[in-house]
């Protein structure tokens, strides 16, 4: 038993630290290191994070070691592990390395498709067929992200009735929760509001909607704040703010976790996380970051 996960949440905060964190270091993090990093991220009360990516390692050299950090990674029944995977292959490594999770990705822009996956985005849909076959017969649940919802690097602004009929598509497909994601974290609150209500709207309660704000332009709090309002509960963050995403050049790292918690329990809304336990963490993800 992990003595610090406590049980009552009013929000759940999912740690993609490990995964949209460390894919963007240039410094090289030990699988000891990144082993460490979960555990002591479990050890603090989060109950959710995205341990690796089971993409190809010449896309993402800093996730070669996905097999070995899924397997050694600590387990325990308050925790879920996921791993990103972009294609079946991905998805057979992940489940037999032991994810809990399988979280896929796309994007509302067909330039940022190519460039982070090599293919359209019905191309990237047609992938997810056989993953989503594969996480049902294992059990297991999928998150997906909509990268670009209100952004594209190399498009500009994406309309919102883009992302929310790409997220009405991917809910026909099955059982999902999506992820609304800012990947280069350029949004302000008017227009995460305009992006959100719009997946609101066409998803009509029949699924969790997750919030996944990178923080380029220092908005993502206000941001989170008014997805809240909108009655979103879950919120990716990646402790230390670290990461970005290869290819999304000039995106910052995600929402701080450590953020996203005090902000949150200082509203008296319970992330079942420890403070203390998670500000030691921070400051070691910290240390990792290049200056
Ligand atoms: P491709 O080159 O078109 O793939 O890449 P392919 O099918 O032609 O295969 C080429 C080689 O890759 C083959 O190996 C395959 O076996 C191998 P070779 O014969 O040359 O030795 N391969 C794999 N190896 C390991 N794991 C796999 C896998 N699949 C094929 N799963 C591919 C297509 C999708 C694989 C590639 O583009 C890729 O891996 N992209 C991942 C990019 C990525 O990870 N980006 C960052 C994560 S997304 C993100 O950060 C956004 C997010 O945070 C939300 C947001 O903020 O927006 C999620
Ligand atoms: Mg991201």
Redesign the pocket.
Known sequence: MLPSIKLRRDVTLVE?GP??GL??EKRHVSTADKLDLIEKLARSGLARIEAT????????PQ?AD?DVVMRGAIRHPGLRLSA????E???L?AIAAGAQEL?I?T?ASETFSAK????TIDESLA?FVPIIELAHAAGLPLRA?????CDCPYEGAIDPTAVASLAAKLCQMGDMEI?V???IGMATPDRAVRVIAAVLEALAGTTQIAA?F?DTGGKAIENVAVAWDLGIRIFDGSIGGLG?????PG?AG?INTMKLAEYFEGRGISTGVNLEALCEVNAMAQSWQRP
């Open positions: 993609v995964r949209d894919q963007n990516a089971f993409v190809s390692p010449k896309w993402v996730m996905h990103l995977v972009p294609n292959k991905g998805a490594a979280a990705f994007s982070n996956t090599n293919c992938r992200y909509i990268s670009c919802a992820v994601s800012d990947t996944h990178h970005g995403c290869p290819y999304a995106a995600n």
